[in-house]
């Protein structure tokens, strides 16, 4: 390990979690961005997978 001595400086008591709850953060913020920006994304959570998947299959085949 490269960094074995960062934890002479940070606890892994400390530094462990904060690095999770970085981690979880990050995913929930992408995932959040997601459903923001895209208009199929949030179609398809809300169940109306035939109507996401035309939307998907339009876009792909304009691009």
């Known amino acids: ?3 074995a001595k960062m934890w ?14 970085a981690c979880a953060i990050a995913s929930f913020l992408v ?7 895209t208009g199929w994304m949030g179609d398809y959570y809300s169940g109306s997978f035939e109507a996401a998947s035309l939307v998907s299959n339009a876009t792909t085949l304009l691009s």
């Open 8 to 21: 002479l400086v940070v606890k892994p008591t400390v530094g462990i979690p904060l690095f999770l709850v």
């Open 31 to 37: 995932h959040l961005m997601l459903v923001l920006t």
């Open 1 to 3: 390990m490269n960094n």
